[in-house]
């Protein structure tokens, strides 16, 4: 029995000893189970806060990129806010000029984060279009927003297209056509306007970039070199060369009219505060660059006294003198007799002037100091347009090149008709022209998918140097100085008459284009 008790002890004792270790092996799995699963929350968790992070990165960082290769900043609140709906990110923005108050805010713990994106620069065409692919990629859902913010990062770190002296050559050729196209110089201006617009460029990439104590006269320095020059070159025996073309052309690639376009555009789409300050900005400069005009003008006049009768002269080479009386052949009317010498002019707005948009030029004269014929705009205007689209940093090897070619030929088409029509209307002018590249702008972008903002750029460019060179340039040849100074109120005036022109003609394209049809998803990127 007791050997029996013993085994049954032990056997009692083996039992126990098993439901043991089957017990702690149970428990060790719920606990493995329990910690996998926390583990699994927290995995989750920390990845939803780096999803979210991403995506706020992704939103500065697409702030960045628009302020920095100047994409229209009355489209910019409307591209983020788009970006943050899409991305579900509770945002909200301020945009000032060259500033974008970026906050984002957590409902659930009702706190806020504010960022300051700060960036300036100047159109970069190529650079904005790809950054409006990883837009439009992102917002679709073909990459996620931390590739994004890589593509987004590598585009921001990216060299320039071209270095300085191949940009100073492309301002050469720009300078050199719009002078011939807009302001009636002759193939003598033309290189003349052209070597002031690449020592032009030189200074703003070079000196102005590294020195901010130059940066702030820069323009005022550039312009009153340039009207010393031309007027030195003005007032030379012969009337070779022509003053109003080569100021006008010279200083044609600093004027603000892109600045206040883009200010009507905002103040049309009701953003008060940036268009405003905008627009003052853009006026104050125009008279800093009349100001600069003037004082190279008389500062050669004071150094040449000289020159001042050669300018008298050239001032009396469209009219005509007689010596004799005027003879009383009414005795109705008390007229006594007058004798002596008598000179009568031409005014400008008479047919047989021989001033062309500010120029004298006398048919008398040889080829090379007439303005070129009609029929030269069928090839300059596109090699306008193209050097004009590779200054503003746009790769030759695209596809994007030849259609911002094509559009910037028929508005300037649409211009130059338009003006034959209505020529002193240079806001109705500037409509037509504005409404044709609009309306090929938007329906190249809803069409064939492209970039609608890139490919109008070029030609909206072009209106605004054709439409002042319409109203006889920059600065005519005036007898006073204080003539001269008060018409870079009249520049002013006529640049806002030309941004509006553009602005309405703009706004009627994107209303006729997307009319019908579904509403895009995201904010189009257009003017």
Not at 29 to 58: C, T, W
Request: some cysteine; hydrophobic content about 45%; charged content about 15%.
């Amino acid at each position: 029995m007791a050997k029996t008790s013993s085994l049954y002890e032990q056997g009692d004792g083996h039992g126990e000893g098993e439901g043991t270790a089957q017990g702690s092996s149970t428990n060790l799995g719920y606990q493995e189970k329990a910690r996998m699963l926390r583990e699994r929350r927290k995995s989750q968790i920390v990845h939803h806060v780096e999803d979210y992070v991403s995506r706020q990165k992704f939103i500065l960082r697409l702030a960045k990129a628009l302020l920095s290769f100047g994409a229209p900043s009355h489209r910019i609140e409307s591209q983020l806010h788009s970006a943050g709906e899409i991305l579900d990110v509770h945002v909200t923005f301020v945009h000032l000029p060259n500033l974008i108050m970026v906050t984002f805010m957590d409902t659930d713990t009702r706190t806020s984060e504010t960022h300051f994106v700060r960036a300036g620069g100047r159109v970069a065409l190529t650079s904005l279009h790809k950054v409006h692919l990883v837009y439009r990629d992102v917002l679709h859902d073909k990459i996620g927003a931390t590739e994004g913010c890589e593509q987004l990062k590598r585009i921001l770190q990216a060299r320039p297209l071209y270095d300085i002296w191949t940009r100073c050559m492309l301002a050469f050729f720009c300078a050199s056509i719009i002078c011939v196209l807009s302001f009636g110089g002759s193939i003598v201006d033309m290189f003349v306007s052209g070597v002031s617009a690449s020592v032009l460029q030189y200074l703003g990439l070079n000196a102005a970039s590294k020195s901010s104590i130059y940066a702030n006269v820069y323009e005022i320095s550039v312009s009153i070199v340039v009207s010393f020059i031309a007027r030195l070159l003005g007032t030379l025996p012969g009337n070779i060369f022509c003053y109003s073309a080569i100021s006008s052309a010279g200083v044609v690639l600093i004027l603000p009219g892109f600045t206040i376009l883009i200010s009507a555009l905002e103040l049309t789409s009701r953003n008060i505060l940036c268009g405003s300050v905008r627009m003052v900005y853009a006026i104050i400069y125009t008279l800093f660059l009349g100001f600069g005009l003037t004082i190279g003008s008389d500062f050669y006049l004071l150094v040449n006294p000289h020159a001042r009768h050669n300018l008298a002269a050239t001032a009396m080479l469209d009219s005509e003198t007689f010596h004799g009386h005027i003879l009383n052949s009414n005795t109705s009317l008390p007229l006594s007799d007058l004798g002596g010498t008598f000179t009568f002019m031409e005014t400008a707005d008479s047919g047989s002037s021989h001033i062309i948009k500010g120029c004298y030029r006398n048919p008398a004269w040889p080829w090379y100091r007439q303005p070129f014929p009609w029929w030269t705009m069928l090839f300059l205007v596109p090699i306008y347009s193209t050097c004009s689209s590779i200054a503003n940093l746009q790769a030759i090897r695209s596809v994007q090149l030849p259609v911002m070619v094509a559009f910037s030929c028929a508005a300037y088409a649409a211009n130059k008709g338009a003006n034959y029509l209505i020529s002193d209307r240079g806001d109705i002018v500037s409509a037509f022209g504005a409404l044709i590249i609009g309306l090929c702008g938007n329906i190249y972008s809803r069409v064939v998918g492209g970039t609608a903002f890139t490919s109008m750029v070029t030609g909206v460019l072009f209106l605004v140097p054709s439409a002042i060179g319409n109203g006889g340039g920059l600065i005519q040849n005036y007898s006073s100085s204080a003539q001269q100074y008060s018409s870079s109120f009249e520049l002013g005036i006529r640049m806002i008459q030309v941004a509006i022109g553009v602005t309405i003609g703009l706004f009627v394209a994107q209303i006729l284009v997307y009319a019908l049809g579904r509403r895009k998803n995201a904010a189009h990127f257009a003017f």
